[in-house]
C-alpha cells in the first residue's frame, strides 16, 4: 500500500473557487475537505465539492465515443468519431448553408480551461451565426450594461463585501450560489464579517431565502418589478441630494439626462406595484447613500426578467451616484492575473439578426430561446445540424417541449458531453471529454470576477494514463476543427501550444506578470497565490468612446419607454407569478447524478404562500398544478411563509424523467422540469435574455 498523498485543487462545480484538499492513496479518493491554506476560500467547501469523487467515479459517465444505432448505443474509435462528425457537418453545410449547424453552449464551459482556451477555435471553424449559450439564460443583461456604461462587455463590477458597510443583495441568493458573477467562496464568513463591523446587509426578494434568512432586514418585492424599486431608489437619492460622488464625478457623462429620467419615478408612484411601501423605499435610499461605503448587487432574479438590462443598469446607477463605484467597499473591478479586458475584445452587438424572429446578436450570439424555432421553422437557414458542448437545454432554457420537439428532427446532432441525459439523448454522436480530477484547471474567467484578487493552477490528479483511450476537450475541439478545414487538414492539433504554454504566456503578459507571476509560480505554490484586495483602477478603465462612465447611454435608456408604457396606472399584477430557485445541493442540472447530493426529502416542490394555498385549498405536499401559456407540470407543493403572497417558486435543473436518460441515481428522484412553464417568447426586449422570474401561471388542486 502506498502512501497518502493530499492534493490541492480548485472546485470547477461552482463559480466560488473554492480551494479544496484531495487525500489519494493508490488512485482512490479517501476524502474531500477544504483546503484552509487557500488564501481566497480559506477552507470554505459546499456539499458539491464533495460530489467530485461521485462524478469521476460515476458508472453513467461515459469515457468513450458512443454512435446511436438501431441496436442502441455503441462504442465506437475515436478516430472514427471525429470523421464521421466533421464528414456530417461538411454535407450539410455545403447543402444548406454555413449557418444550417447550429452549436449551444452550456454553462460548465466556463468551468473548463480547454473550453475557454481551445473551444473558441472549434466555434470558430464551424462559421455559423447560429451560436447559443448559456449566457442569455441568465447573465446577458450584465455584459450588455458593462459594454455601453464601460465600454467592455467583461467590465463587469463585482461587490467589494470584505470592506463594505453596506451590502444590497436585489434577486441573488449567494448562501445557496456561492455568489455568481461575485466570486465568493466563503460568503457566510464574509457576510457575517460586515455585520460584525457594524455594517448591514439588505436583502430584496419576492422569498425569504437562505441569505435573507441571515440578513439584518428583508423586504419583499413582486417579481418583475425591481425596476421600478431601482429608479424610485435613484430620484430618491437625486432629489435629496445624496449624491456624494467624490472623484467619480470627473469620470461620468450624462448626469443632467439621468436626473430627467428618473424624475417621474418617485417612490409613491412605484409602491402599489413594487409591493414595497414609498416609506420602505426612501428609507432604504437613505440609509444606502448614508453608509460609509455601500454596494448594491443584483443577480439572476434581477437578469431573468423583462427589465434585465434596465436593473442591470440601474444597480450600476446606484453604486456610481453615490460614489461607491471603483472605490473601496463598492463595487470593484478585479484585477486577474490573465487579462480578460483586452481593447480588441470590447464585444460587438447587433451586427445581425435571427432568422424567424429577427432577434438581434450580442457577441456572437443569438438569444437562446429563439433556438428551437430556428430549428423547427422550414426555409432558407433553417439549422439542420446541432452541436451541444456541456449543456442540457431542454431542462435549462425556455418551452423545453418545444426544444425537445426541435432536437428529435434534426438531421445529424453531436454533443461532447459525459452523459446521455434529456437532451444528449437525441445524439447521433456523443463525445465524451475527461473531466473534473482528470484535468489540469486555471478558472479563466472566475479569476476576473473575484471579490479578492488571487491565481491558482490545478494540475489533474488522475491524467490518462498511456494505455487509456480518453481525450480532453481541447483535444476534441482541435481534431474536429483540424477536420473542418477548407484543406481537410487531419492534424489533430499536433503542432498547437499546449494549455500549460497558453496559461504561461497569460500570466506572464498579465498585470502581475512582472512580479514573476507564471506558471511554475503557480505551480510551486498549490494552494494558490494572494494577490491582495481588489484595488481603484481610476478613469484609465472605462473603455468607451468618450472615455468617460456612460451613466446614461441612449441604447439603455430608451427601455425606459416600454417600462412607462407597461407600468400604467391601470395594469394589474398577474393572479399568480412564478418565480425559480436553486438549491444548494444542485448545481442547475449537473449534480442529480450524485447519491450523496439527491438523497434526503424531495426538493422539487412549489413553494406557496399560506394565504394563496388556502385560497385554494392546498395543503402540505398536496399534488398540485401549475400552468403556463407554453406548458404545465405537476408536483408536490409546500406551504411555506417564506413565500411573497402571489408568488409561487419552483427549481430549476429537473424533469429526469424522459425516455432514453441514462442517469440511474437521478431517476429515482426525477422531479417536474421548471422551463416546460417558461415561455419562449418572453425575453428582455432590450438585452434578448430570456425571461424565467414573473411568468404568469394558473395554481390549481
Not at 476543427?481 to 484543406?487: E, F, I, Q
Request: glycine share 8%.
Amino acid at each position: 500500500m502506498s502512501d497518502v498523498i493530499n492534493h490541492y485543487r480548485t472546485c470547477n462545480l461552482c463559480e466560488a473557487m473554492c480551494g479544496i484538499e484531495i487525500r489519494v492513496q493508490d488512485d482512490q479518493i479517501l476524502s474531500i475537505r477544504g483546503d484552509s491554506d487557500d488564501p481566497f476560500s480559506k477552507g470554505h467547501i459546499c456539499p458539491k465539492a464533495t460530489a467530485l469523487k461521485d462524478v469521476y467515479e460515476d458508472k453513467n459517465r461515459l469515457k468513450r465515443p458512443v454512435k446511436k444505432t438501431a441496436d442502441g448505443w455503441q462504442e465506437i474509435g475515436w478516430e472514427e468519431a471525429f470523421d464521421e462528425v466533421a464528414n456530417k457537418i461538411k454535407a450539410i453545410q455545403a447543402a444548406h448553408g454555413q449557418d444550417s449547424m447550429g452549436i449551444y453552449l452550456g454553462n460548465p464551459n466556463v468551468h473548463n480551461t480547454g473550453s475557454m482556451l481551445v473551444g473558441p477555435v472549434f466555434n470558430k471553424a464551424l462559421k455559423t451565426k447560429n451560436l447559443f449559450s448559456a449566457t442569455s439564460v441568465d447573465q446577458l443583461p450584465h455584459h450588455v450594461a458593462s459594454r455601453h456604461m464601460f465600454g467592455h462587455y467583461f467590465l463587469i463590477p463585482v461587490p467589494d463585501v470584505d470592506r463594505t458597510d453596506f451590502f444590497l443583495v436585489m434577486g441573488a441568493n449567494p448562501m445557496v450560489s456561492n455568489g455568481s458573477l461575485m466570486t465568493a467562496g466563503g460568503i457566510s464568513r464574509r457576510m457575517k464579517a460586515i455585520q460584525k463591523r457594524g455594517g448591514k446587509v439588505v436583502v430584496i426578494d419576492p422569498r425569504y431565502t437562505e441569505t435573507a434568512k441571515m440578513a439584518d432586514e428583508h423586504h419583499f418585492v413582486r417579481p418583475g418589478s425591481d425596476v421600478l424599486l431601482l429608479l424610485a431608489m435613484v430620484n430618491t437619492i437625486l432629489k435629496e441630494g445624496l449624491t456624494p460622488m467624490g472623484v467619480l464625478v470627473n469620470q461620468i457623462a450624462g448626469l443632467e439626462k439621468l436626473d430627467s429620467l428618473v424624475a417621474p419615478w418617485t417612490p409613491q408612484r412605484v409602491a402599489e406595484h413594487t409591493g414595497m411601501s414609498a416609506d420602505a423605499i426612501i428609507q432604504l435610499a437613505w440609509d444606502f447613500a448614508s453608509a460609509p461605503t455601500a454596494v448594491a448587487y443584483g443577480r439572476i432574479g434581477l437578469s431573468v426578467q423583462e427589465y434585465g438590462g434596465l436593473c442591470q443598469w440601474l444597480i450600476n446607477v446606484l453604486n456610481i451616484i453615490t460614489g461607491n463605484l471603483d472605490w473601496a467597499g463598492g463595487a470593484m473591478f478585479p484585477t486577474p492575473a490573465i487579462d480578460m479586458h483586452q481593447p480588441f475584445r470590447k464585444g460587438k452587438y447587433g451586427r445581425y439578426k435571427s432568422r424567424v424572429r429577427g432577434a438581434e446578436e450580442s457577441f456572437g450570439e443569438l438569444p437562446v430561446s429563439v433556438m428551437a424555432e430556428e430549428i423547427l421553422e422550414p426555409g432558407d437557414g433553417q439549422i439542420k445540424g446541432m452541436v451541444t458542448v456541456a449543456g442540457n437545454p431542454i431542462l435549462s432554457t425556455p418551452n423545453s417541449n418545444k426544444l425537445d420537439k426541435a432536437f428529435s428532427g434534426l438531421d445529424f446532432y453531436v454533443a461532447i458531453d459525459i452523459y446521455i441525459n434529456e437532451t444528449t439523448r437525441h445524439a447521433d454522436i456523443i463525445l465524451p471529454p475527461t473531466t473534473g480530477l482528470e484535468t489540469e484547471h486555471y478558472d479563466v474567467v472566475f479569476h476576473g470576477l473575484a471579490v479578492q484578487n488571487s491565481s491558482k493552477y490545478s494540475p489533474a490528479l488522475f491524467p490518462p494514463d498511456e494505455e487509456d483511450d480518453r481525450k480532453h476537450d481541447w483535444e476534441i475541439y482541435r481534431a474536429l476543427a483540424s477536420r473542418l478545414r477548407p484543406d481537410g487538414g487531419n492534424q489533430n492539433g499536433a503542432d498547437e501550444p499546449s494549455l500549460k504554454q497558453m496559461l504561461d504566456q497569460g500570466l506572464r503578459n498579465g498585470p502581475y506578470g512582472q512580479d514573476g507571476v507564471s506558471l511554475q509560480h503557480l505551480i510551486d505554490n498549490p494552494h494558490g497565490v494572494d494577490l491582495g484586495p481588489l484595488q481603484t483602477g481610476g478613469q484609465q478603465l472605462w473603455q468607451t468612446e468618450s472615455g468617460l462612465i456612460e451613466i446614461a447611454p441612449d441604447f439603455l435608456t430608451a427601455d425606459l419607454a416600454r417600462v412607462e408604457q407597461n407600468f400604467s396606472a391601470s395594469a394589474k399584477p398577474a393572479e399568480m407569478t412564478l418565480i425559480g430557485r436553486r438549491d444548494l445541493r444542485s448545481n442547475n442540472s449537473w449534480m442529480h447524478n450524485s447519491e450523496r447530493l439527491i438523497k434526503g426529502k424531495n426538493r422539487c416542490v412549489a413553494l406557496i404562500n399560506p394565504e394563496d394555498a388556502a385560497a385554494r385549498s392546498i395543503s402540505e405536499g398536496q399534488m398540485i398544478t401549475v400552468q403556463s401559456r407554453v406548458g404545465e407540470i405537476k408536483l408536490p407543493a409546500a406551504v411555506s411563509a417564506e413565500m411573497m403572497k402571489g408568488v409561487i417558486s419552483i427549481p430549476h435543473g429537473w424533469g429526469h424523467d424522459l425516455e432514453g436518460v441514462q442517469l440511474d441515481i437521478a431517476s429515482k428522484s426525477p422531479g417536474e422540469n421548471f422551463n416546460e412553464l417558461a415561455d419562449d417568447y418572453l425575453l428582455d426586449d432590450l438585452t434578448g435574455n430570456a425571461v424565467l422570474n414573473g411568468i404568469p401561471v394558473v395554481v390549481e388542486v
